[in-house]
């Protein structure tokens, strides 16, 4: 398959072809992704937790992300890979953002960053983006700016929120973003902002009418000990029934098998794992309404009232 750019994403979304990226934070990860077939990479601050053990996202800095960019692109050279502007990155100034920006493209070889916040980094996106970089934007959930929600909450279930999110987009696209990822929020609000929006809206946790599917690979694969977000869905259980036929061809002679094809450990469990997962993206199976975050009627009955919720 080629590598994804904005033009196909642009296409996908007119067709409704769902987008399937993972996040990665190293080597081997990154290249069993890509022989899955993902469309994108998304080297996320959340290596600061899942990879480096950090309890939130929020300590990790631009010189660790940055080394995972450089191991993933070694692992995933076919990939869009988008490098996650940690916090501190881009707050000061957009001088000091543009600089950040540039050192995901020019030292790690991505193809584009993405950073948190609506309207309030309008200048950031602006000042990146006239510097020759694409730029995502992240609304919804957060996760570097949990403390002014309250902490990890579900996003768009109030008419003030919607309202807020939906405003945040529109900023979004008139500073020049290439695509937007919304997190955490139930699929009907999912919809109705990915519909008012031009460029795709791809979701990790917001639902099945998006653009496209972004899940954490450490969830996917069952690796994090520590939290398992309710969207997740862990494909280890379906890939292992067939990791384990697999190894029963080849039992009688595992050694020179595993010498001669390394098909016979992670890699493979691993792959087909995201194998899985893309192919349930592709074909709309993921996210069944239990990886899907609810809303009362009455919730939704005052965001269908509003001027805001697409005709
Ligand atoms: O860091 C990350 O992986 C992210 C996702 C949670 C969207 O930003």
């Given at each position: 398959?080629?590598?994804?750019?904005?033009?196909?994403?642009?296409?996908?979304?007119?067709?409704?072809?769902?987008?399937?990226?993972?996040?990665?934070?190293?080597?081997?990860?990154?290249?069993?992704?890509?022989?899955?077939?993902?469309?994108?990479?998304?080297?996320?601050?959340?290596g600061g937790m899942v990879q480096?053990?950090?309890?939130?996202?929020?300590?990790?800095?631009?010189?660790?992300?940055?080394?995972?960019?450089?191991?993933?692109?070694?692992?995933?050279?076919?990939?869009?890979?988008?490098?996650?502007?940690?916090?501190?990155?881009?707050?000061?100034?957009?001088?000091?953002?543009?600089?950040?920006?540039?050192?995901?493209?020019?030292?790690?070889?991505?193809?584009?960053?993405?950073?948190?916040?609506?309207?309030?980094?309008?200048?950031?996106?602006?000042?990146?983006?006239?510097?020759?970089?694409?730029?995502?934007?992240?609304?919804?959930l957060t996760p570097?700016?949990?403390?002014?929600?309250?902490?990890?909450?579900?996003?768009?279930?109030?008419?003030?929120?919607?309202?807020?999110?939906?405003?945040?987009?529109?900023?979004?696209?008139?500073?020049?973003?290439?695509?937007?990822?919304?997190?955490?929020?139930?699929?009907?609000?999912?919809?109705?902002?990915?519909?008012?929006?031009?460029?795709?809206?791809?979701?990790?946790?917001?639902?099945?009418?998006?653009?496209?599917?972004?899940?954490?690979?450490?969830?996917?694969?069952?690796?994090?000990?520590?939290?398992?977000?309710?969207?997740?869905?862990?494909?280890?259980?379906?890939?292992?029934?067939?990791?384990?036929?697999?190894?029963?061809?080849?039992?009688?002679?595992?050694?020179?098998?595993?010498?001669?094809?390394?098909?016979?450990?992670?890699?493979?469990?691993?792959?087909?794992?995201?194998?899985?997962?893309?192919?349930?993206?592709?074909?709309?199976?993921?996210?069944?309404?239990?990886?899907?975050?609810?809303?009362?009627?009455?919730?939704?009955?005052?965001?269908?009232?509003?001027?805001?919720?697409?005709?």
């Amino acid at each position: 398959m080629s590598k994804l750019n904005i033009f196909k994403m642009n296409a996908m979304k007119k067709e409704g072809i769902p987008v399937a990226w993972v996040t990665a934070y190293d080597y081997p990860m990154a290249y069993c992704a890509e022989k899955a077939g993902v469309d994108m990479i998304l080297v996320g601050d959340s290596g600061g937790m899942v990879q480096y053990g950090y309890s939130n996202t929020n300590p990790i800095v631009m010189d660790e992300m940055i080394m995972m960019a450089k191991a993933v692109r070694r692992g995933a050279p076919n990939t869009f890979i988008i490098g996650d502007m940690p916090q501190g990155s881009y707050e000061i100034s957009d001088e000091d953002a543009v600089r950040n920006a540039l050192r995901f493209i020019k030292e790690a070889g991505c193809d584009a960053i993405k950073l948190e916040g609506g309207c309030r980094v309008s200048s950031r996106i602006e000042a990146i983006v006239n510097s020759g970089i694409l730029v995502m934007g992240h609304l919804g959930l957060t996760p570097q700016s949990t403390q002014s929600f309250g902490g990890y909450k579900v996003q768009c279930k109030d008419l003030e929120s919607f309202v807020e999110t939906i405003d945040d987009a529109s900023c979004l696209e008139k500073a020049g973003v290439f695509s937007i990822l919304l997190e955490a929020i139930p699929t009907e609000p999912g919809w109705a902002i990915t519909k008012k929006c031009k460029v795709p809206v791809y979701g990790v946790g917001a639902g099945s009418k998006v653009d496209g599917q972004l899940l954490i690979m450490h969830d996917l694969l069952g690796l994090y000990p520590t939290f398992r977000p309710y969207f997740s869905k862990c494909y280890i259980p379906d890939a292992s029934k067939l990791y384990f036929q697999h190894i029963n061809n080849h039992a009688t002679n595992i050694i020179i098998y595993g010498r001669e094809t390394k098909n016979d450990g992670l890699l493979f469990l691993i792959t087909h794992a995201i194998e899985q997962y893309v192919k349930e993206v592709r074909e709309g199976i993921f996210p069944t309404e239990e990886f899907c975050y609810p809303i009362k009627k009455e919730e939704l009955d005052l965001l269908k009232e509003s001027d805001l919720w697409p005709k």
